[in-house]
């Protein structure tokens, strides 16, 4: 595909999302209704898309058009990123038609936009973020973060092998890495990072793709073989198999999600990466009221601190859903404190950056309890490591 046509297809699926489809699903239909793309093509499009979403609310003012399409959006971010996009519009059979008079003259810059648009963020999630006590210049900042692409992180499964290995393993395969100095196995992808899932280091166990602040949540737990270790919200297991990584070949992690499916691919990555994982549902848990040593919440939450990633979630998301996540994640917390034995450690950690969904949570759940104490908290703002995050060590 030519880069006109690879614009053609953005528009094509960002018209799809805006007639409210999610972005993986409008993705992978136009995937399979075009064959002929490759896998660079697939991946140029995808990028195109999710640039474009990161930026929608001001590629939409930029592009001055009072109809929200593809073309509106697309247009807006080059006026924004890249006018020299513009250059390939009505070149070849595949193109965009070429910009008419009326949308030239429509396109402006940002001078004038409201905050929210110029951010990139819903309104009610601005005044969400600030409730913590961050000033109205942090949380600019932090959003303006979002608006840009996450790094690609590595964690070196400490099972397989040291990170000076599993660096010199990419390296010799075309991969260029760094250290993420504050992360103790954590490496950052500085060049090919779609050839990671195809490297002997990841078909072997040696890396796993997880950001580098998201790695950091593990490290708080400190478990040794022999303990009963619970990853209460597991998911695909990310978190999981690092517990285990840190516990050694003879530790053991229970992995429980609500939705079991979400853990469907974890046994298969577990034996890729020498890790004893044993999976729980919800008979199981009852029957282990009181067992744990430690449990690890990676609560179900908003994602801001993550919106890089995923930045179709951030226009999706409601002060309604938002509601109703808060309630869940207190009700995770309660569950959590059943299972846990006296005296034993309990982390609670999310990918946002919110204050109702961090800082609050612990302090109404040891309110609730009239017992217990906060050992250490910290957040992370997005991109200070990694994506934004909230790691609590809780004592119940």
């Not at 840190?246 to 990466?273: F, I, K, Q």
Request: one cysteine or more; aromatic letters at 6%; charged letters at 25%.
């Amino acid at each position: 595909m030519t880069p006109a046509a690879r614009l053609s297809a953005a528009i094509e699926v960002l018209d799809d999302i805006v007639r409210d489809e999610p972005a993986e699903r409008a993705l992978t239909r136009w995937a399979r209704r075009s064959r002929f793309a490759g896998s660079k093509d697939r991946a140029a499009v995808r990028d195109l898309v999710f640039d474009t979403l990161r930026r929608r609310s001001s590629a939409l003012w930029a592009s001055g058009a009072t109809d929200e399409t593809g073309r509106a959006l697309v247009t807006g971010l080059l006026a924004l990123t890249s006018a020299d996009g513009f250059l390939v519009f009505g070149e070849g059979p595949y193109a965009p038609p070429a910009l008419t008079d009326a949308e030239t003259a429509a396109l402006r810059d940002l001078a004038g936009a409201p905050r929210p648009v110029a951010l990139d963020m819903p309104a009610f999630l601005l005044e969400a973020w600030g409730e913590g006590g961050l000033s109205a210049q942090q949380v600019d900042a932090e959003a303006r973060v979002l608006q840009g692409r996450a790094p690609v992180d590595l964690r070196v499964n400490q099972l397989r092998a040291t990170r000076a290995q599993a660096r010199d393993a990419l390296a010799a395969e075309g991969i260029e890495t760094a250290p993420v100095e504050a992360v103790p196995h954590a490496l950052r992808v500085l060049s090919q990072p779609r050839k990671v899932a195809g490297s002997a280091a990841y078909q072997n166990g040696w890396v796993e793709l997880q950001d580098a602040a998201s790695q950091l949540v593990t490290s708080v737990i400190r478990p040794v073989p022999g303990e009963r270790v619970l990853d209460l919200c597991a998911g695909g297991g990310g978190k999981t198999l690092a517990l285990a990584a840190v516990m050694g070949p003879d530790g053991e992690v229970t992995a429980y999600d609500v939705n079991p499916a979400r853990m469907r691919n974890l046994p298969v990555r577990a034996d890729r990466a020498g890790a004893r994982i044993r999976l729980a549902d919800d008979a199981t848990l009852a029957d282990a009221v009181g067992q744990f040593d430690r449990i690890l919440i990676d609560a179900p939450c908003s994602g801001t601190g993550a919106y890089r990633r995923n930045p179709d979630q951030k226009w999706r998301i409601s002060a309604s859903v938002l509601t109703g996540l808060v309630r869940t994640q207190g009700e995770i917390l309660d569950r959590a404190r059943t299972l846990l034995r006296p005296g034993g450690q309990l982390v609670y950690a999310t990918c946002s950056s919110l204050w109702s969904e961090n800082e609050a949570q612990p302090r109404a759940a040891l309110e609730r309890w009239g017992a217990g104490k906060i050992r250490q908290e910290r957040r992370l703002a997005p991109g200070e490591v990694g994506d934004g995050f909230y790691i609590c060590d809780l004592q119940p």
